[in-house]
């Protein structure tokens, strides 16, 4: 079999055969022009999901990054309903870190894709469209199915096709979803991966602030800060060894775009690990977490008082706490070498002193020091 080489990229095989197996299954069962016309009139007519699909792929480096802001607001007491939910695989270049860029492929031209919010109880109806202009075939596995694959076979899509499924949220929790097209390790570590919430009956105790964090890991040919287009390493990504680790798509996601809040407010962190292959042992520098829901379970009792929570690739977890003291705020992945490879954000936290709780004794020397804190 001749291997597909991509434009300036490393000839992949595994993917190659692939494309050119979901090419001929294409070719023999098409999707007849009405039948996508159909498609196209529902949606235009039908309740959809906030996040809509991109329409067109810019020229030059996107960007990609996904903000922490971008999700939709708690669904609270609500009847069951028919929630439809579009989602668009692209193949983008976009900028990973200072004068660094990357050829991602992502859900809707963002790392993470969406952030999908519906309640127990309620229908899900998922139209995936791949991109005209990809190269690869794609799908998507939602681990907040219960069915086959996730989705995946009944979503998986050549260059230009449609497809969808449907299902019904049977479980309270949030939920990764990814591409699972083989190889699945690579479509996930290129930026296909995002979470889904299935909010519980009654929904959510209320608070001030959410936020959407995910992990992810870039494996790359060049080493870390290499400068211009970099590529792809397949030889790192089967062997674990990621030159890059990133919040919300890129290394300095979370700085330019930082989580804020003010002092006496309440903030939720909905933290997911698209990975492929590490577990985060996720950490805000200076806050304690009044209470986590480790593995993202929200039918069990929360653990309080946590100052680290563990989520594994693929998982997730749920956080909460209040901010009583002004200040920037580190958030990290505990295994601190990976700050040195980009994974840091931060939480910019304002209002007045509160020195019953800290007190620094010399203001001035702090605000010239080089901690990394």
């Not at 055969?17 to 069962?29: E, N």
Request: hydrophobic share 40%; with cysteine.
């Amino acid at each position: 079999m001749r291997t597909l080489t991509i434009a300036g990229r490393r000839p992949l095989l595994a993917t190659a055969a692939v494309l050119a197996l979901g090419a001929a299954a294409l070719l023999a069962q098409p999707l007849p022009a009405q039948a996508l016309d159909k498609v196209a009139a529902a949606t235009a007519t039908a309740p959809v999901h906030k996040h809509a699909p991109a329409s067109t792929l810019p020229q030059g480096p996107v960007n990609v990054v996904r903000d922490p802001t971008d999700l939709p607001g708690p669904i609270g007491i609500r009847a069951p309903q028919h929630v439809k939910v579009n989602l668009e695989t692209t193949e983008v270049t976009g900028q990973l870190a200072d004068g660094t860029t990357y050829h991602y492929w992502t859900f809707n031209n963002k790392v993470p894709g969406p952030f999908i919010r519906v309640r127990v109880g309620d229908t899900v109806e998922v139209n995936l469209k791949n991109h005209d202009d990809s190269v690869m075939m794609h799908n998507v596995d939602f681990h907040a199915v219960t069915g086959p694959g996730g989705g995946a076979k009944a979503t998986e899509a050549a260059p230009g096709e449609s497809r969808g499924f449907s299902f019904k949220a049977l479980s309270p929790g949030l939920y990764v979803y990814h591409c699972a097209t083989p190889m699945v390790a690579q479509h996930i570590a290129n930026g296909m991966y995002g979470m889904i919430l299935v909010e519980p009956e009654g929904g959510l105790p209320k608070v001030d602030h959410e936020f959407y964090v995910m992990q992810g890991e870039i494996y790359t040919e060049q080493p870390f800060g290499t400068a211009g287009l970099v590529e792809e390493s397949y030889d790192k990504l089967i062997s674990e060894r990621p030159e890059y680790f990133i919040f919300n798509g890129t290394t300095d996601a979370l700085k330019k775009n930082p989580l804020k809040a003010k002092v006496g407010e309440t903030v939720r962190i909905f933290f997911g690990v698209g990975g492929p292959n590490y577990t985060s042992s996720f950490h805000v520098i200076g806050e304690i977490f009044d209470k986590v829901y480790p593995m993202a379970s929200l039918t069990s009792a929360p653990l309080n008082d946590v100052q680290t929570i563990t989520t594994p690739p693929g998982g997730a977890s749920m956080v909460e706490f209040k901010v009583e003291v002004p200040g920037n705020y580190v958030l990290v992945d505990h295994a601190l070498s990976r700050v040195e490879r980009g994974l840091a954000g931060v939480l910019q936290v304002e209002g007045p002193e509160n020195e019953a709780i800290f007190k620094d004794y010399n203001p001035q020397r702090s605000a010239q020091s080089s901690s990394g804190h």
